[in-house]
């Protein structure tokens, strides 16, 4: 099984840029998508409703902002959208679908380089998450977290850590977060095959970072300690081009 996460930038810009032959083609048995900035009204129906998938949708209060789909071949037990705390729905930025053999949670953490009520709300949320994470898990042990996190966590997941250090996504308090994920037994997949530098996810489009290869790693797959074992490889699509994210993966038994 192969599930993919990436955050487009806007599905529709992508769209125009390919993005249903190019999802045809790799053909991913779950693909999660990431900030969205859609509507229904706005989506064509073939994005809307990719063929030969299910197809689920959370779509933020503001337009043109936020958002996270999942697109599954195979039809998730359930689906739910929230986090069960009031004051974080209006964002849509979770989709948590159950399988028979695992629990996948498709994340848009949120951004906090804006001011410093929005580094409170990302703090928050990330706590949020974890326990609601923590709660399914006494359900299911075998969960799988992928999505933007926001946050390059050690120094090997950004091209210029010392230059970043005070800025948000790499702050000491977001990457102790992080610490705290790890100790809660949650695994970062990539780095569980690949300790290898310059493996990035995200690059500032305003600078050309990309033609460079001057970028953060922000998106992630985390699995619980009971599902790394059947998790065969994890990888960055640092190819595929049309959003200032790239696409990254895992393969499971």
């Known amino acids: 099984m192969i599930i993919l996460s990436w955050n487009v930038n806007g599905v529709r810009a992508i769209e125009r840029k390919g993005f249903s032959e190019w999802l045809y083609r790799e053909s991913p048995d779950i693909i999660c998508l990431q900030e969205t900035k859609s509507h229904p009204e706005q989506l064509s129906q073939e994005l809307r409703q990719p063929q030969g998938y299910h197809a689920f949708w959370t779509y933020p209060e503001k337009k043109g902002y936020s958002g996270v789909a999942t697109f599954s071949k195979e039809e998730p037990i359930s689906v739910r959208y929230d986090l069960g705390i009031e ?33 409170k709300y990302k703090l928050d949320f990330y706590d949020i998450f974890l326990e609601y994470a923590e709660r399914l898990r006494v359900k299911n042990s075998k969960l ?53 530098p310059d493996q990035y996810t995200w690059w500032d489009m305003r600078t050309r970072a990309r033609e460079r290869n001057a970028g953060w790693r922000l998106d992630y797959f985390f699995v619980t300690a009971e599902l790394i074992d059947s998790v065969t490889r994890a990888f960055i699509m640092q190819d595929v081009m049309g959003s200032d994210h790239c696409p990254v993966g895992i393969e499971l038994e």
């Open 87 to 119: 004051g974080f729905e209006a964002e849509g930025r979770i989709i948590t679908a159950e399988y028979p053999g695992f629990t996948l949670f498709n994340v848009y953490f949120p951004n906090g380089k804006k001011d410093d009520t929005r580094l």
């Open 144 to 196: 799988v977290i992928c999505g933007d996190l926001n946050t390059a966590h050690k120094e090997i997941d950004l091209a210029d850590p010392k230059k970043n250090e005070k800025i948000s996504g790499f702050l000491p308090i977001e990457r102790t977060w992080m610490d705290k994920l790890v100790d809660h037994g949650y695994i970062d997949t990539f780095r569980h095959f690949c300790q290898e």
